[in-house]
């Protein structure tokens, strides 16, 4: 009698695939010489305005590229694309993360030697979107004031995965009497070196840091 049992690693084998796409993206992009950024944070944590903000400030330097992910709208392409920023939409429709196939996708009838920078505003969603890499120089989170207290603690395995943190909203702090140090001091416990910026969006608090830090 023959029986044989196959274990198949399935997790293994998607991240695989996604790790081997997202390697292709990376040489894509490094061959173009463009700064690829993956941003990642929770639905209404201000990825888009983050953005709009970023390319208000970059557009006249660099040609940019936004890659929106959304379930099912275009409602962060069009508003990031009124600063003068070239948008493809991703509608991922049930999936929560972006993941690398979905970028080559998105590239597909893109030219890229057009682009300097590429921002890539991941679904909202803390959890899943750090698994997947999507072949980016960089992957940032965003957490914003308005979510609590315990966003880092609960999520140690996003910041594990990121390159950079941005506390956001930092303008509601003091109406919110929220703690900011001790958000710092969480991130920090997870990750010491980790580089994190506070930054608002709205007043424009912070963002020149940032640029800096992402080397723009
Ligand atoms: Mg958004
Ligand atoms: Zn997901």
Known sequence: MNERTLRIDIKKDLFGANEDAAAKNAVMFKEHGITAIDIMGSVGTGKTQLIESLCERLSKSYPILMIAGDLDT??????????????VQINTE????LDARMIQVALN??????YKVVFVENVGNLICPAGYSLGTSKKIVVVSVTEGPYMIRKHPLTIKRSDMVVINKIDLAAILDFDIDALEHDIREVDALLPVFRVSSKTGEGLEELIRGLGL
Request: contains cysteine.
């Open 74 to 87: 275009r409602i962060d392409a069009d508003r990031v694309g009124k600063h003068g920023v070239d948008t």
């Open 94 to 97: 049930t999936a929560c993360h």
């Open 109 to 114: 009838d893109v030219n890229l030697s057009k």
